[in-house]
């Protein structure tokens, strides 16, 4: 039973679910405009969509053994996948003139598949936690300390990693602190530095 709940949990903050919102939240933080944070939600989940479309071709040929991902050999051909897809919804975002938070938003995420890829060398880490701590902690640094309540979620999804057997402790710490440092990092830089954020 609790490995089924541990499935449900791992299934429903899994990062491809957990990046849904992110557009929405960038755009209407530096817009107020609905109507314009929907549009890209809406262009962004299509790229997201696509994304979940290649995983599923790629266990249909068995390039890829689930749609986790599990085995650490398999994820530098994900993560790849991954980044030219980014650096093509990069580019588009370029070309459609979209808000500029949607392109640091999406430079942070190239940064983190880049960290993740090199980490993924040395040992398989947890894109789950990344991609939810960043997600988090991108929330309390613009939106403020109300969301820190939110962080609850890490554990908990760090236990279903677990339960499931996809992650050790070990790799949910590495793939949370991340996707914090990650977010922190292109934070100080445009706030800072670029004095944009």
């Known amino acids: 039973m609790s490995k089924k709940v ?33 549009q890209w939600t809406v262009i962004s989940i299509f790229f997201l969509f696509f994304f979940f479309l290649v995983i599923l071709i790629g266990i249909k040929f068995g390039i890829f053994s689930n749609l986790d991902v599990s085995k650490r050999e398999q994820r530098p051909t994900l993560f790849l996948i991954g980044m030219l897809l980014t650096i093509i919804y990069f580019i588009f975002l370029f070309a459609f003139h979209a808000p500029r938070i949607l392109s640091i938003g999406t430079f942070a995420l190239i940064l ?63 793939g949370t602190l991340v996707g914090a440092l990650t977010t922190i990092l292109i934070y100080v830089i445009f706030k800072y530095i670029g004095k944009y954020v």
């Not at 499935?7 to 992110?22: C, D, G, K, T």
């Open 112 to 174: 983190g598949l880049i960290v993740l890829e090199t980490i993924n060398m040395f040992t398989k880490v947890s894109a789950h936690l990344a991609v939810l701590s960043a997600f988090l902690t991108f929330l309390v640094l613009v939106e403020g300390w109300e969301f820190l309540p939110g962080f609850l979620l890490l554990p908990v999804l760090a236990w279903s990693r677990i339960k499931t057997k996809n992650h050790t402790l070990f790799q949910t710490i590495i």
């Open 6 to 38: 541990a499935e449900i949990i791992s299934l429903v903050l899994n990062p491809l679910v957990v990046l849904i919102p992110a557009p929405f939240f960038l755009v209407f933080e530096k817009t107020d405009n609905l109507t314009l944070s929907f």
